[in-house]
């Protein structure tokens, strides 16, 4: 028993000397593989670094005012609330209404802050109504009061504006004129919607020039599956337009996302209008869904038979740029020689019983004695109707040198 028990003793202790030299014999391999120094531990392998870029998302808020109930105001001159909204006085031809300063219901606007205003209104043919609006980021310091541009059908009551993205505060302004009878407009209703259009990328941004064509996908249009309604004329008059907002802008495609969503939910068209839009880098932008043929609404409330071409910017005063001027008659020239109309020729368009140009300015529709006609635009602004009789008259050139034609719009 003694001798198995040291023989047992013998091989604890030599099977506790192989563990020991083992673990030696690979402790000194280890610190030989690292060298001198202490070991340290394992450093995870670096991963490539992923940078999750999404695309602009507009957001909106509204604010709705009835005007069936008398509102604080800042300044009120010859204007009375009633239970059917605003008027004039008796005995006053005009008046003017100011409203206390209201917040900016939406955060952090991006790249600006656009303002839609829509409101209801009766008013006579000859009467006058305007809203105008302005900005402010605390109440002190207010930007100049931005007017509703005449250019939109008068049925739609609806302008655009834009003002600094930091802008806290904003005053609207109504001035209402009665017609030659003393009838007075009845201001019912007014709805402020505040528009974040997203700011695009820069790296999209920096790839535009004034070859570029952007189909509505490219430019971030919303996918909201409208349902096309294709015209049953074909389209024989081709109308220009400008969109009477801001010039001085950086980022055009946030731009073309406001007015698509002035559209489609202030005017309640559901889509743009106008089937393209050119910017003043001269980059053109797929508008209205469907194509060429599809139904637009831009033209006076009589869209049969049209296509819309809208130049961004307000150009009452001053002329489009030369490569917005460029896009546009490589645009008309293409559109011209696809529907085979004569650029310098007029035709009769039935639904506003006219004979019109078949490359128009929108105002042209204001000749018309049709009832349904929305009437009385100054779009598309007096500098860029002045261009009109040369754009044909360069179209038509063009059209007749057969390599001119080098720039896709599909």
């Known amino acids: 028993m003694k001798k198995f028990s040291s023989l047992f003793q013998n091989k604890v202790c030599i099977r506790l000397l192989y563990a020991t030299s083992l673990a030696f014999f690979i402790f000194a391999a280890s610190c030989q593989q690292a060298g001198p120094t202490t070991l340290v531990p394992a450093t995870p392998t670096p991963q490539p670094s992923v940078t999750v870029v999404s695309p602009p998302v507009i957001r909106t808020s509204e604010v709705a005012i009835d005007f069936a109930e008398p509102l604080q105001m800042e300044r009120q001159q010859d204007i009375s609330f009633a239970k059917q909204g605003l008027a004039i006085t008796a005995g006053h031809t005009s008046a003017q209404f100011i409203s206390k300063p209201l917040a900016v219901t939406l955060e952090k606007p991006a ?28 109440q002190q310091q207010w930007s100049e009061w931005q007017r509703s541009s005449l250019d ?13 993205p930091d802008s806290k505060f904003v005053q609207y302004q109504i001035e209402a004129e009665c017609d030659a009878t003393q009838h007075s407009p009845l201001i ?12 695009t990328l820069p790296s999209a941004l920096s790839q535009l020039n004034s070859d570029t064509f952007l189909h509505r996908a490219q430019w971030d249009c919303p996918d909201t599956k409208f349902p096309v309604k294709q015209q049953k004329a074909r389209v024989q008059h081709l109308i220009v337009h400008h969109t009477a907002t801001a010039n001085d802008v950086q980022d055009w495609p946030a731009v073309v996302r406001t007015i698509w969503n002035f559209h489609a939910f202030t005017n309640g068209w559901r889509d743009l209008g106008y089937h393209y839009l050119i910017d003043p880098n001269g980059v053109v932008y797929q508008g209205h869904v469907g194509g060429d043929q599809a139904a637009g609404m831009h033209f006076s409330c ?50 506003t019983g006219l004979n019109l140009p078949e490359i128009a300015g929108h105002r042209d529709a204001n000749a018309s004695k049709v ?7 100054h779009c598309p602004g007096d500098a860029l109707y002045a261009l009109l009789p040369a754009i044909r008259a360069e179209v038509k050139a063009q059209l007749s040198r057969p390599d001119s034609l080098v720039r896709s719009f599909h």
């Open 152 to 164: 939109g059908d008068p049925r739609t009551q609806a302008g655009l504006f834009f003002f600094p």
């Open 371 to 377: 009832a349904r006609v929305c009437a009385g635009t």
């Open 111 to 138: 790249p600006f802050l656009a303002l839609s205003a829509k409101w209801a209104s009766v008013i006579t043919k000859d009467a006058k109504l305007t809203i105008s609006l302005r900005a402010s980021t605390d």
């Open 188 to 199: 019912q209703s007014l709805k402020l919607r505040f528009i974040s259009p997203g700011a």
């Open 302 to 351: 009589a869209n049969t038979g049209t296509m819309g071409i809208a130049m961004l910017g307000n150009f009452t005063s001053q002329a489009p740029t030369e490569k917005a001027l460029k896009s546009l008659k490589d645009l008309l020239a293409q559109k011209a020689r696809e529907l085979r109309l004569d650029p310098t020729a007029v035709s009769y368009h039935p639904s």
